[in-house]
């Protein structure tokens, strides 16, 4: 060792080596947690049908004993009683299942004796690839008060408000599983909730015990004139009474009159008027152009004389 | 505080661990549940349960909003219904659908019952608790 490392083309072909080799442990590594993310997490995170959760060292490591391969095969193949053929995406190449595989087993040997223990073998460039993947503080984050895209939709037991402790959360259905077959929008749960039932993709019930009942949709548009630049709101009676009742709006949060209502975006950004349901389940205020989508007639401004 | 009782500092200490106790609830960025996620912690801890919560998406997938809010007179404002087990197995509110027919039974408390114990009454992700700068710890009502 001390005779190559007199010999600086072999050391630094070494170093290569080892930085290359590291380089590609790690991009398999975000291969794995890639695919753990698309298409695993549905069942592994919150251990759904047995499911041996990500992180549970105890349920993996009865299945670790068994060897790499087999957990591959079963990963490929499918595996009774609820796991499918590559967890439902048969379309992805067997590298990339076998990717997932080893991010969830590593994730088991973390859970289980720290991360330390990650890889024996990988301790040598261990110090370069901290350099590399060692999260940056969260100040110098580059928006730190904005919630990340990858924190967006989280399963029950990660979403920081329900107990991991409780066996409970483990059961809930995570978010993602249903709304990736939804359309999705730009705030709130990120579904656009009004196409999904225009499209049919949900058809929920307008009597509790009644699959058959149906509202009666009112088509009105009212048109509320706005003080300054914003284009005018356009209120569809349509998508609101497909979804409540009118009794929920009117009398007490609208008096059914043109004109009678005085509303503004500070009481609704207050959680009054619009904002009883815009901003807490409807979608949120962020979304100005949805209301305000009325163009104004403005009068045609003669800037000749400006230029 | 610590003006007002220079002599009692255990207060000012008391108070300081409450704020950052409180701040951490409402304001840290761990918590990223979904949007209109309702917190009811209206009776929970004080009876050594964990807060219910009530996920608004799950239930507009299977319900249109009137069903709950006209039929069955749930307000529009989170912990403002004063539900509890008493009405529920009643067949009021929640009630009125978890009795084991329409869906499961009372019997699994866990399942509502599932919220970090502490995290106060508020609907997740709401406008007031989007505002970066929070007009009062521990969230909105």
Redesign the interface.
């Known amino acids: 060792m001390i005779r190559t490392l007199r010999n600086p083309a072999v050391a630094l072909g070494a170093l290569c080596c080892t930085l290359f080799a590291t380089g590609t442990a790690l991009a398999q590594q975000d291969k794995g947690k890639a695919v753990y993310d698309k298409v695993c997490v549905a069942c592994h995170s919150a251990g759904i049908a047995g499911a041996p959760r990500l992180g549970d060292a105890k349920a993996w490591a009865p299945r670790i004993k068994t060897g790499i391969d087999t957990l591959y095969g079963s990963a490929l193949k499918g595996k009774a009683p609820a796991m499918p053929a590559k967890g439902g995406a048969t379309d992805l190449p067997d590298a990339d299942i076998k990717a997932a595989v080893d991010y969830m087993v590593a994730a088991a040997k973390d859970g289980g004796s720290g991360a330390a223990a990650t890889a024996p073998a990988a301790a040598a460039p261990a110090a370069a690839a901290a350099a590399a993947t060692k999260p940056r503080p969260a100040a110098l984050s580059f928006n730190r008060l904005l919630k990340p895209a990858s924190k967006r939709n989280p399963p029950p037991p990660e979403d920081g408000i329900h107990d991991p402790q409780n066996d409970g959360t483990h059961a809930l259905q995570p978010p993602l599983q249903v709304f990736e077959s939804l359309p999705r929008s730009n705030a709130g749960n990120r579904v656009d909730w009004v196409k999904a039932l225009d499209n049919n993709l949900i058809a929920p019930r307008w009597d509790r015990t009644d699959p058959a009942a149906a509202p009666v949709v009112m088509d009105l548009n009212i048109v509320r004139e706005v003080k300054g630049s914003m284009p005018d709101v356009v209120y569809p009676h349509k998508q609101h009474t497909a979804w409540l009742d009118c009794s929920n709006c009117h009398p007490q949060i609208f008096i059914p009159q043109k004109g009678a209502n005085q509303i503004s975006m500070a009481a609704i950004l207050l959680g009054q008027k619009c904002g009883v349901c815009h901003g807490k389940v409807a979608f949120p205020v962020s979304e100005c152009r949805i209301c305000h989508s009325k163009k104004k007639n403005v009068m045609p401004v003669k800037n000749a004389q400006a230029n | 505080m610590r003006l007002r009782h220079p002599r009692a500092p255990w207060r000012s200490a008391l108070a300081l661990v409450a704020a950052v106790w409180i701040g951490s609830i409402g304001t840290?960025?761990?918590?990223?549940?979904?949007?209109?996620?309702v917190?009811i912690n209206n009776y929970s801890d004080a009876a050594g349960m964990?807060p219910v919560?009530f996920?608004?998406?799950?239930h507009?997938?299977?319900?249109?909003?009137?069903?709950c809010?006209?039929?069955?007179g749930f307000q529009?404002k989170a912990g403002g219904n004063e539900i509890n087990m008493v009405k529920i197995i009643d067949g009021q509110f929640c009630g009125?659908?978890h009795n084991g027919d329409?869906a499961w039974s009372v019997e699994?408390?866990?399942?509502?019952?599932?919220?970090?114990?502490g995290?106060p009454t508020q609907?997740?992700?709401?406008?007031?608790q989007?505002l970066?700068i929070q007009p009062q710890a521990g969230g909105?009502q």
């Open positions: 840290s960025g761990e918590a990223r549940a979904e949007y209109a996620d917190v964990r919560i996920p608004h998406w799950f507009r997938i299977r319900f249109r909003c009137k069903v809010h006209a039929d069955l529009f009125a659908c329409i699994n408390c866990n399942l509502c019952h599932s919220g970090k114990p995290t609907v997740h992700e709401s406008t007031i989007k970066a909105q």
